[in-house]
């Protein structure tokens, strides 16, 4: 199977492929595909209504470029980064975006009451103390942000950008606070973000609700989610965010596009320590809920 090193856009590559098919394609069992997508987020099929995965042709050759890069002897985590960054991505999620280009990152399983203190604990810490920082929220539903709206306008008033997105019926003018509407299609409509970009406090954590969950009461949805403190983390999901909102029409201000091109410094190996106690109390808080 040959890889165009592109991928199609959504029309020209429908996901329409049932995972026994990409299976019989690829020669990767149907555990291991599932296996890959729950560890490091790819591929990241569509959903049907009933839960169910549909792929696209372009996963296949990306897969197929893993298994490449497997036999050429390249660990598996190194493999889907070489054949990732032989096509260039066109995000429509942040929470499959971040999965792709850190695979390492560890996902969670949160009720959303312990996803909000979470978000909260961050706005508190990094969003309100941190030094001219680039701030996004994705809060799925408009009603859901016009709670947070008075906080977030406060948090906005000492950032060099704020961008939120939800199902607005139209997308606010220029400001330090830009309202963008999502898609009725996009995956966005299922997605819980919060980006800190700053050189100070940089955080960020993207969540998506797992599907089926319409008769569970609000408080205990449940999300999977990941999170980092690391710099260049928070970067990927700040440039993730920038490139929806600019495809929803807003217009990148220049000394943003600046800063975002730049590479953020890797984060520290105390850093990297703190991040691991974090991820175990994670955990730990994930199965009280």
Same mark, same amino acid.
């Not at 165009?4 to 590559?13: I, L, Q, V």
């Not at 372009?58 to 470029?65: G, I, M, P, T, V």
């Given at each position: 199977?040959?890889?165009?090193?592109?991928?199609?856009?959504?029309?020209?590559?429908?996901?329409? =492929?049932?995972?026994?098919?990409?299976?019989?394609?690829?020669? @990767?069992?149907?555990?291991?595909?599932?296996?890959? *997508?729950?560890?490091?987020? +790819?591929?990241?099929?569509?959903? /049907?209504?009933?839960?169910?995965?549909?792929?696209?042709?372009?996963?296949?050759? =990306?897969?197929?470029?893993?298994?490449? !890069?497997?036999?050429?002897? &390249?660990? +598996?985590?190194?493999?889907?980064?070489?054949?990732?960054?032989?096509?260039?991505?066109?995000?429509?999620?942040?929470?499959? !975006?971040?999965?792709?280009?850190?695979?390492?990152?560890?996902?969670?399983?949160?009720?959303?009451? &312990?996803?909000?203190?979470?978000?909260?604990?961050?706005?508190?810490?990094?969003?309100?103390?941190?030094?001219?920082?680039?701030?996004?929220?994705?809060?799925?539903?408009?009603?859901?942000?016009?709670?947070?709206?008075? %906080?977030?306008?406060?948090?906005?008033?000492? #950032?060099?950008?704020?961008?939120?997105?939800?199902?607005?019926?139209?997308?606010?003018?220029? !400001?330090?606070?830009?309202?963008?509407?999502?898609?009725?299609?996009?995956?966005?409509?299922?997605?819980?973000?919060? @980006?800190?970009?700053?050189?100070?406090?940089? #955080?960020?954590?993207?969540?998506?609700?797992?599907?089926?969950?319409?008769?569970?009461?609000?408080?205990?949805?449940?999300?999977?989610?990941?999170?980092?403190?690391?710099?260049?983390?928070?970067?990927?999901?700040? %440039?993730?965010?920038?490139?929806?909102?600019?495809?929803?029409?807003?217009?990148?201000?220049?000394? /943003?596009?600046?800063?975002?091109?730049?590479?953020?410094?890797?984060?520290?190996?105390?850093?990297?320590?703190?991040?691991?106690?974090? *991820?175990?109390?994670?955990?730990?808080?994930?199965?009280?809920?």
């Amino acid at each position: 199977m040959k890889s165009t090193g592109r991928s199609n856009p959504a029309g020209d590559d429908p996901a329409v =492929l049932p995972i026994g098919e990409v299976s019989r394609r690829t020669g @990767i069992p149907v555990a291991g595909l599932r296996n890959w *997508e729950q560890r490091y987020g +790819l591929p990241r099929p569509a959903r /049907l209504p009933n839960g169910r995965r549909r792929y696209r042709e372009s996963d296949c050759a =990306l897969l197929a470029e893993v298994l490449r !890069g497997r036999a050429q002897g &390249l660990s +598996l985590a190194a493999a889907m980064a070489h054949a990732l960054a032989a096509r260039p991505l066109q995000d429509s999620s942040i929470f499959a !975006g971040l999965r792709r280009r850190h695979p390492g990152l560890h996902v969670h399983v949160m009720a959303k009451a &312990l996803l909000l203190a979470l978000s909260h604990a961050i706005e508190d810490e990094c969003c309100a103390r941190a030094q001219r920082p680039v701030l996004m929220g994705c809060f799925q539903q408009q009603r859901f942000y016009r709670q947070a709206r008075p %906080r977030w306008a406060d948090l906005a008033r000492t #950032a060099e950008q704020t961008v939120v997105f939800a199902d607005f019926g139209r997308r606010s003018g220029p !400001g330090p606070l830009v309202e963008i509407p999502i898609p009725g299609g996009s995956p966005l409509r299922r997605e819980w973000a919060l @980006i800190c970009d700053a050189p100070d406090h940089p #955080a960020c954590l993207a969540a998506w609700e797992r599907p089926g969950q319409e008769p569970s009461p609000d408080p205990d949805r449940t999300f999977e989610m990941v999170w980092s403190v690391d710099p260049q983390v928070v970067r990927s999901a700040v %440039r993730i965010g920038a490139s929806l909102a600019a495809a929803a029409g807003f217009q990148i201000p220049a000394p /943003l596009q600046a800063r975002l091109a730049e590479d953020a410094r890797p984060g520290s190996p105390d850093l990297r320590r703190a991040s691991g106690l974090l *991820e175990r109390t994670f955990d730990y808080l994930s199965r009280l809920g």
